[in-house]
């Protein structure tokens, strides 16, 4: 097996193979969101490029590093991401519903550098015109490499706004039915615990294996079109860098 020690924190996101492209893919099974959601395991795909400063993916977006460098404490990104919709098909609590859009948000990142570990704190915003609002997040990340493996677990909150909350979970008066109740909430927090293991085969394959588990407060978690307030989600996949 390769050397590990390839894995670090930016933009609040966990990188491997700085300076390098890449192109991965793997399998994601998931608890289910939705209540009779149809789906809980897929195929994904990923690929992109990671920069010192300049990074972009299919599964984290576009961020740029515009304040400090590697061997800062702070270090501040702007980033472009996307949040997921859903059609009325997706679960059988949603027939009948209107589809909600895909989103997109531009935000503002920091990452202070603790030690081994790195403190990261987001703000991002509706740019798109869909939930009109915003999401922050605050998430501690603590790198560790292993002779054999990097591993990166991590531990944080996310704050979905309001409009946020009722736009992707409420349930409008014209959207009501017996099984369905009329709702609209407040703002909501997640809170989020999980790790990432990077295992190196050689300079250029990695196999990847991650785990995260998400707590919904009640604001989210008593829609009534949401299936519960523990949610998880894996996955196993294969990178390869050039």
């Known amino acids: 097996m390769a050397d590990a020690g390839n894995t670090y924190i930016r933009s609040g996101n ?14 994601v099974t998931a608890s ?19 920069g ?6 299919l599964g984290s977006g576009i961020n740029y590093r515009f ?21 009325a098909d997706d679960a059988k609590i949603l027939k009948g519903m209107d589809d909600r859009d895909i989103s997109g948000d531009i935000g503002l990142n920091a990452d202070f550098h603790l030690g081994q570990g790195t403190l990261s704190g987001k ?4 740019v798109t015109g869909v939930y009109k609002s915003f999401q922050t997040d605050l998430t501690y990340y603590h790198p560790m490499a292993f002779d054999f493996m990097d591993f990166v677990p991590y531990a944080g909150v996310h704050y979905y706004s309001e409009d946020y909350v009722n736009y992707y979970a409420g349930v409008s008066s014209s959207e009501a039915t017996v099984g369905r109740s009329e709702y609209k909430a407040n703002g909501a927090f997640a809170y ?13 394959l990695d196999i990847t294996q991650a785990t ?6 009640s604001a989210l978690a ?17 990178n390869y860098t050039f």
């Open 67 to 87: 304040v400090g460098s590697n061997d800062d404490v702070l270090n501040m990104s702007v980033f472009m991401v996307a949040n997921p919709g859903f059609e």
């Open 32 to 50: 289910q969101f939705y209540k009779g959601q149809k789906h809980q395991t897929a195929v994904y795909l990923n690929g992109g490029y990671h």
């Open 123 to 126: 703000f991002q915003h509706d």
């Open 222 to 238: 008593e829609s009534p079109l949401i299936d519960n307030k523990n949610q998880w989600a894996t996955t196993f996949g294969v």
């Open 14 to 27: 966990i990188y491997t193979h700085e300076g390098k492209a890449f192109v991965g893919g793997g399998i």
């Open 212 to 217: 995260g588990y998400s707590y919904l407060d």
């Open 192 to 204: 989020r615990v999980g790790y990432t293991m990077i295992f190196p085969i050689t300079e250029h």
């Open 52 to 57: 010192e400063d300049l990074n972009a993916d």
